[in-house]
C-alpha cells in the first residue's frame, strides 16, 4: 500500500474514533415496565439473571425450536449445526449467547407487551419474542437490502407468515426504509408508545448504529432491556460503548466469545444516576 492511501486510512481511522456521534435525548417520566394489575409490579430482573437466562441450555433449546418452524435458510442450518454440535460436546457446561438467546431470556423475564426491532431480515430474532410471547406487539423496521448476509432478503410479508408460523398473534407493524429516517418518523407520529424490549441489528456503520439507537432508546422503559447485535464489531462496539455502556441509565452485559458477539442493557433509571447504581 503506498504512503499517501496509508496516510489517508489513518486520517479516516483516527476521525471515525472522534467523529461525534448523534446522542438519544430524553425526556423525564419514562414508564415502568410492568402494570397496573397487583401480579405485574415494576420487577426488572437483573442483569445477571438476564445473561445466566441467555447462556442457558434451555435458550438454546427454545431457539432450536424456534427455528425448526422457520422457512429453512443457510444462518438457521449453520445455527442448529453449532448448537447440537456444542450440546453434544460439551454437554451442560456448555456457555453461550446469541442475539436470539439474549431475546428469549429477555422475552421471558420482562415479557414485553411491545417489542421494536430494527434490523428484522428473515424474522428469525423477532420469531424468537413472538414464540416467546404469543400476544406481544411487533414492530419492526427493515430496509429489506437483497441478499443481506448471503440469504434472500424478501420483506415484511414473509416476516408476517413466519411470526404466524411460531405461533405469534399479537400485532405486527413493518416499515421498510432506511431506519434513520423510518424510525425517527415512526417515533414522532407515536409520542404515548414505550417498549419493554428493543433490538437494533441494522446499519452496522457507526453514524447509522448511532441513529438508530438515539432514536430508539429514549423509548425504552425503565426496566426494560435494549439488545444490539454484532457489539464485537468495531463501528458497533464504539457507538455501544459511548450510547450504553457509559450512561449510568444502564447496566450492560456483552458475550463475545461467539461471532460477533451480542449486548444486552437494562435501563434503571429514568434520568442518570447520580450516586450508586439503583433500581428506582
Ligand atoms: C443482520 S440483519 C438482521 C438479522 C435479524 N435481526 C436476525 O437476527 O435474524 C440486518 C438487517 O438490517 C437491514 N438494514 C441494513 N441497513 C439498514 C438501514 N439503514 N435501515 C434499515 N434496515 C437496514 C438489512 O436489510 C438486514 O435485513
Known amino acids: 500500500m503506498g504512503v499517501a492511501r496509508r496516510v489517508a486510512n489513518r486520517l479516516r481511522n483516527g476521525w471515525g474514533r472522534i467523529r461525534p456521534v448523534p446522542r438519544p435525548r430524553y425526556a423525564t417520566g419514562t414508564p415502568k415496565t410492568g402494570s397496573d394489575h397487583p401480579l405485574d409490579p415494576f420487577f426488572p430482573p437483573n442483569i445477571e439473571t438476564l445473561a445466566t437466562a441467555a447462556s442457558s441450555n434451555e435458550a438454546a433449546n427454545f431457539v432450536l425450536s424456534v427455528i425448526e418452524r422457520l422457512s429453512p435458510s443457510e444462518e438457521t442450518a449453520n445455527q442448529r449445526v453449532y448448537y447440537l454440535w456444542a450440546q453434544d460436546k460439551f454437554g451442560v457446561h456448555w456457555r453461550n449467547a446469541d442475539i436470539t438467546t439474549l431475546l428469549w431470556a429477555a422475552s421471558i423475564l420482562v415479557r414485553p407487551a411491545n417489542y421494536l426491532e430494527i434490523g428484522v431480515r428473515r424474522g428469525r430474532s423477532a420469531a424468537v419474542v413472538g414464540a416467546a410471547q404469543p400476544d406481544c406487539a411487533i414492530y419492526g423496521f427493515d430496509l429489506w437490502v437483497a ?62 448504529a448511532a441513529a438508530d439507537l438515539a432514536n430508539v432508546l429514549p423509548k425504552l422503559k425503565v426496566g426494560g432491556v435494549i439488545v444490539c447485535d454484532d457489539v464485537a464489531v468495531p463501528s458497533v462496539k464504539r457507538v455501544w460503548e459511548k450510547i450504553v455502556k457509559r450512561d449510568s441509565r444502564y447496566v450492560s452485559w456483552e458475550f463475545t466469545s461467539g461471532g460477533y458477539g451480542v449486548g444486552a442493557a437494562i435501563r434503571i433509571t429514568d434520568e442518570p444516576a447520580l450516586a450508586a447504581r439503583r433500581l428506582v
Not at 448471503?150 to 415484511?156: A, E, H, K, M, Q
Not at 411470526?163 to 407515536?190: D, I, P
Not at 417498549?195 to 453514524?207: M, P
Open 147 to 208: 441478499g443481506y448476509g448471503g440469504d434472500d432478503n424478501p420483506g415484511p410479508d414473509f416476516v408476517r407468515n413466519e411470526l404466524r408460523a411460531v405461533g405469534h398473534r399479537g400485532s405486527v407493524e413493518m416499515a421498510s426504509g432506511n431506519s434513520r429516517v423510518t424510525v425517527l418518523a415512526f417515533v414522532q407520529r407515536h409520542p404515548e408508545l414505550y417498549f419493554d424490549l428493543i433490538t437494533v441489528d441494522g446499519d452496522h456503520s457507526v453514524a447509522g
